[in-house]
């Protein structure tokens, strides 16, 4: 008995799966169970390698390098010209649009200087298909020989990629750990590579920067640049949606309609808060920048006659002018968007983010849940709609685990592989010795902040006080910071302390 064509539905789409039993069953016997649903699973992930294929426009320019090799061989550089001019690059994000002019530039003129950096690194190519996995890892190593930055290397890296995906050689650069795996084992030694994963916080409140302050000198300076600051800080709004926005038409009574400045171009909305006087406080803001933008005939939050590039200009200027730099306060306005980030995380998490000082102690399955939760509504009213990308304003557990553990390691290697150290808690006669408070749980820790060291003497009687201020003095100039010495006398070990092997 043959089975009949069957058909399986996923992501809108109909595949038929001929499940007969001359295809899947051995001898013609009718197919299991088993070779049904493995047959399932094979045409699924085929329909998604192929979907994942398409988006990424992989191969979607193969015919155009034939016909610019062919048009002009042996010139890289007039295939390059002819090849932009001919492709339409897909936006990756967004709305389905092509990229803007300014991002085809970028990806033209970035490969050009490959091309030159191929040739003075003795690894010239003649023609452009002919890039391959040997020139990626010549050009890598030559721009880290140059000392170029990481977020430089990043960037062109990503041009690289993405070139190479339209010509059908997805696969040559690797993603990821994959890519700095795939440099270990080259030999080439990479630098720290551009961060993804927030590992401290950007916020003005994490940094000590007051809001209020810097919008009452702003206010004396440009009104106008100190709404739209304070609209960035009510709303998560980048510095172009802010200048851009037209708050009349935006506000919808329960959500802020962002539809200008977007990345892609995809608008979304941004709630107004649930906590009253958070709520209160937006609510102030949207109705003053309305007043503001009356002046101008296009009812945006931006100077009349101002170009957007000038409005850019002007608000960075007016920053820098009351100290909002990384040089002076330590802070960019965009850490006004970390700050949103993190405030309606812990709005909705019910904790800190994990970027946060005061973030988890332990993380439980519960914290995982509710981190997932938050992290993805932030990610929408950020405009991101990724859960992942969030982690670059509040951080994640898993950076969090490890940073706490790196932590741990290190104070413990700092103490254990001391020989001074060791020398001198053998000289006090202690039977044994702990780490306690925040060191012992991995927390960051200030620089002033005391040391606390649990220790018990071998007899389970007090330390002399001749003994005690010398040890206190040794740890002292052994890790350069005030020291909190308690005494214990139980048999048990103290809680939630690290116990430090004496040898």
């Not at 995380?345 to 993380?363: E, K």
Request: hydrophobic share 40%; aromatic share 6%.
């Amino acid at each position: 008995m043959r089975h009949e064509l069957r058909e399986l539905r996923t992501d809108h789409r109909t595949i038929p799966l001929d499940l007969a039993g001359d295809q899947l069953g051995a001898g013609g016997r009718e197919p299991t169970t088993r070779e049904i649903n493995r047959r399932i699973r094979e045409e699924a992930q085929e329909i998604k390698r192929r979907d994942k294929s398409a988006s990424n426009a992989a191969g979607a320019a193969m015919g155009v390098l034939a016909r610019v090799q062919k048009r002009h061989p042996d010139n890289p550089k007039a295939q390059l010209a002819m090849f932009f001019g001919e492709f339409v690059i897909k936006s990756g994000t967004g709305r389905k649009r092509p990229v803007s002019e300014r991002t085809c530039s970028a990806y033209s003129y970035g490969m050009i200087r490959m091309i030159d950096d191929l040739r003075a690194d003795r690894a010239a190519v003649r023609n452009l298909g002919e890039i391959g996995k040997a020139h990626v890892l010549r050009l890598i190593r030559y721009w880290l020989a140059q000392g170029q930055g990481s977020g430089t290397i990043q960037n062109k890296i990503s041009i690289l990629r993405r070139f190479l995906t339209f010509i059908g050689k997805e696969n040559i650069v690797p993603k990821g750990h994959d890519l700095r795996a795939w440099l270990n084992r080259e030999g080439v030694e990479v630098p720290n590579w551009r961060h993804t994963v927030a590992t401290e916080s950007l916020a003005w409140d994490q940094n000590d920067v007051d809001l209020h302050e810097v919008l009452e000198k702003l206010q004396r300076r440009s009104p106008l640049t100190a709404i739209q600051l304070e609209v960035q800080a009510a709303f998560g709004l980048r510095m172009k949606e802010s200048i851009q926005l037209n708050p009349a038409a935006a506000d919808e009574g329960h959500v802020l309609r962002i539809v200008h400045g977007t990345k892609g171009g995809l608008p979304r909305d941004v709630r107004f808060e649930d906590d009253p006087a958070m709520r209160q406080w937006q609510r102030d803001v949207i109705e003053r920048a309305k007043l503001y933008a009356a002046r101008n005939r296009k009812g945006t939050l931006s100077e009349q006659g101002r170009t957007l590039l000038q409005s850019k200009n002007h608000f960075y200027y007016q920053l820098g002018m009351v100290g909002v730099t990384r040089a002076s306060l330590g802070v960019t306005a965009h850490g006004l968007r970390h700050q949103y980030a993190a405030r309606r995380y812990a709005s909705i998490a019910g904790m800190a983010p994990p970027v946060h000082r005061d973030a988890p102690l332990q993380v439980t399955q519960a914290i995982r849940d509710a981190d997932l939760e938050a992290r993805t509504q932030v990610s929408r009213e950020l405009g991101h709609f990724r859960a992942d990308v969030t982690q670059a304003y509040v951080g994640s557990l898993p950076m969090l685990e490890r940073t706490r553990k790196a932590r741990i390691v290190d104070w413990i290697q700092r103490t254990e592989e001391n020989t001074e150290f060791q020398r001198t808690v053998r000289a006090a006669g202690l039977s044994a010795v702990w780490l306690g408070g925040r060191f012992a749980l991995g927390l960051e820790v200030d620089a002033n902040e005391k040391l606390r060291v649990i220790v018990r003497t071998a007899n389970l009687r007090p330390l002399e006080t001749n003994t005690r201020f010398a040890l206190k003095q040794n740890i002292l100039e052994l890790y350069g910071r005030p020291v909190d010495l308690s005494e214990h006398h139980d048999e048990s070990p103290p809680d939630d302390a690290l116990e430090i092997i004496i040898r």
